[in-house]
């Protein structure tokens, strides 16, 4: 009341019509107010229709400004996953991605940064397919080989490839979480391999700090 500079007797009706619907609940021994579950219902429809293409644009833009490489925005499509997005840098020589071309989930740094975070029985689904193609000779195709990736990219929070997808090129990407902890979106940071990879794990620590932030907006919190 005095925040709002009403009085009380206004504030208690305001809050006696959020209760009807759900919105706010009172606890009966201590009378104080919080959220109801009806908020929740109105902040997952929010989240619901969040558009991540315009959500990653800014952080896309300062990754290739403190990169000077480029960076990408991925969303998945069953076993594959797809370019939508990409910001290149000034320069010359750099990385550039064919929008909306589909590629399988264990090749290069985007996918495998997808099927890292899938729950265990999809990843089983997925690698128990008899054909895991290689689209250059970096590409895993070892069903093992690639759960050894997998653990790896958990631990760390990021994948990385060294001309797994595309011969020549180079890349770091990470994860972005929706509110149930799944990954809806990938954001990579790629350039040419022998220039960029002296600078993967800088490039890493840039690409969490805007992932986090990104899954944050995105309703996801961690869970330790």
Known sequence: ASALNLSKAVIHRILSSLRQPG??????DTRRYSLGPAALTIGASYLDNMDIRDLASEPMRRLVKLTGETATLSIRDG?????IDQMT?????KMSVRLGVPFPLHAGGSSKAFLAFLPDDEIDRYLDQPDLTGLTPHTLTDAAAIRREIATIREQGYATSFGERQSGAASVAAPVFDRRGEPIAVVSVSGPVER??????????HLLTETTELSRLMGWRPTA
């Open 89 to 93: 840098p000034p320069r010359e020589v």
């Open 23 to 28: 919105f706010v609940r009172v606890d009966p």
């Open 79 to 83: 076993w594959s996953r797809v370019y």
């Open 196 to 205: 960029y990879r002296p600078h993967v794990e800088s490039a890493a620590e």
